[in-house]
């Protein structure tokens, strides 16, 4: 899941002194719409096919190129390229390491691989999805919670009503899920009926999140008008317990996603229909 596994190593460059028609011939016949500019092995900028449209053919790549190139290197995650393509609304990424061109990253590549981890009944992206935004989170020493949702007697449904059945209840709870999606809250179709809910926040307001999602079950009207219901695991990291994890590896946002899990197991036998498991 990060960018070396799918970025085109060695890409196409062109010296920062070479002319725009050299960079324009480069770009036609290798059929590529940019071109990295290097000075002495370097990155310095970018030349584009709309950098070439608005430059005069006699002038030399510096003056057509753009400078600030948005540049990620080859062991960001897939996440973290989506975030800034969407972002600045580019097409490439430059891939670069110790400030060397290593490769480049294109959207249609970048969206090809993500579609690989998105579920095919509900649209919600898969656990990998949330397990690297974690990362990303322990890396940057932010909290955030886990927050995972386990339907209660979910195989009844299934054995009462039929497997299309059950799976239009898990696209109502995904669809449900997907309006609490925000800057700060991310959610994932673990597997099954259970979803995982990733949240940059405290601990509080993971557990207030926790309760509205409770409530939000008990008052939705269902399908045939069962009482569907849920069960809440949750676990928070802050800068007090964050120190005990390796944030190079993801075994630890998996030991806490599956913390998460057992809590919410423990969660059906408890009033609120939640817990909060401790570090």
Known sequence: MIIKQIMT??????????????AERIMREKRIGGLPVIDNGTLVGIITSRDIKKAHPNRIVADAMTSDVIVLGPHNTLWEAQ??????????LVIVNNKKVVGILTKSDLFKE???????????YKKEYILAKSMTFLKNNSPFSFIFLDLDKFGRIDKDFGHAFGDKILMETSNMLKKFENENTFVCRFGGDEFVLLLNDSRQKATALAVKLIRKFQTKKWPNNLDISASVGIVHTDQQNMTQYNPEKT?????????????????????????????
């Open 251 to 279: 075994f630890w946002v998996e030991e806490l996603l599956n913390k998460a899990s057992l809590a919410s197991t423990a969660a059906k036998q408890a009033p609120k229909k939640y817990v909060v498991q401790n570090l």
């Open 114 to 124: 993500i579609g690989k981890y998105k579920d095919s009944l509900t649209g919600l």
């Open 83 to 92: 975030s800034l393509m969407d972002q600045y609304n580019i097409e490439k």
């Open 9 to 22: 190593p060695k890409p196409f460059t062109i010296d920062l002194l070479s002319g725009v028609m050299k």
